[in-house]
């Protein structure tokens, strides 16, 4: 069965870190970009970074440029972001796409 499932958000103080996960079954991410998406409450989804199927270009919104990082682990079917210096704006439901798949989703919550 085809699957994405994301993991690793969690309540985080400003300034803290966090990685996500995004692991696949029935789906091998490393023969697609994969980019990482997120929700604010009523906000719109927008990307956030992206890592290409070829050599590793990796793409980050201004919004995150120098904080985020994206990789990937292809032995595990693993996409992760990695999340440093968070911010209050950063909460969102972080989504991860790979092949026009989608996960559920995790909840990032960044509060003091």
């Known amino acids: 069965q085809l699957q994405i499932v994301e993991s690793g958000g969690d309540l985080v103080q400003p300034g803290g870190s966090l990685r996500l996960s995004c692991a696949a079954s029935?789906?091998?991410?490393?023969?697609?970009?994969v980019g990482w998406f997120r929700q604010a409450p009523g906000k719109e989804r927008e990307g956030v970074s992206c890592?290409?199927?070829?050599?590793?270009?990796?793409y980050y919104s201004d919004s995150v440029k120098g904080r985020f990082t994206i990789s990937r682990d292809n032995a595990k079917n693993t996409v992760y972001l990695q999340m440093n210096s968070l911010k209050p704006e950063d909460t969102a439901v972080y989504y991860c796409?790979?092949?026009?798949?989608w996960g559920k989703g995790t909840l990032v919550t960044v509060s003091s």
């Open positions: 890592i290409s199927s070829s050599d590793g270009t990796t």
């Open positions: 796409n790979g092949g026009d798949y």
């Open positions: 029935g789906l091998i991410l490393d023969y697609y970009p």
